[in-house]
């Protein structure tokens, strides 16, 4: 994925105050840097509250929308389990997922209002090729610190991209905060690590 003469479709799910969309805007710089035609959209639903949060990040020769179209996505990025499971009717019949398989059970299902899917991981592998499926937020508390989720899994998206591996490093290190640069290239190595080892 990521051949200059085809637009890469990258749908990136999560929930308010997950790094949505800071991964969003790193993906699309790093295309850009590689002189690729990147444009990215966010929908925020409650995000402040710990709602839902998409953004639609698509680079290539020519893109001229930043909405992926229904069924058109090639990559899906999911930093909550059952956010993965739904928007994977998006996916292309070649469409990859990763998702940390964090689960954060939203105010609908506390409520009694909604229902968590029990079986989100059966319901990835049955309806996806070859998902990447990572306990993300572990990882990144044994690196230091649990903000580093969005970082491990850019590692493990970078590995899925044939887009140069030093202007991955380079745009994600300016994109950190300065005093966490350290760590968070750790943990951009320990996404690509978790990619190499499926």
Request: with cysteine; net charge positive.
């Amino acid at each position: 994925m990521g051949e200059n003469n085809k637009t890469t479709n990258i749908l990136i799910a999560g929930i308010g105050g997950q790094g949505v969309v800071l991964a969003s805007e790193i993906v699309s710089e790093v295309a850009m840097a590689c002189g690729l035609d990147s444009k990215k959209s966010e929908i925020h639903g409650m995000s402040q509250r710990g709602g839902i949060v998409t953004s639609h990040c698509r680079f290539g020769a020519q893109v001229h929308s930043p909405l992926i179209k229904n069924r058109c996505t090639d990559i899906l990025l999911s930093f909550e389990l059952a956010e993965a499971v739904r928007w994977l009717h998006d996916l292309t019949p070649e469409g990859r997922v990763i998702s940390s398989l964090e689960r954060i059970v939203p105010p609908a299902v506390s409520t009694g209002l909604g229902r968590y899917p029990d079986n989100g991981v059966d319901i990835i592998r049955a309806n996806s090729k070859d998902p990447i499926l990572l306990e993300a937020r572990p990882m990144a508390e044994k690196l230091g610190n649990p903000r580093l989720v969005n970082t491990i899994l850019l590692g493990v998206l970078s590995s899925l991209l044939d887009l140069p591996l030093d202007v991955w490093k380079t745009v994600v290190a300016k994109r950190v905060p300065a005093k966490f640069k350290d760590l968070n290239m750790d943990a951009f190595e320990a996404g690509r690590a978790v990619a190499k080892d499926k």
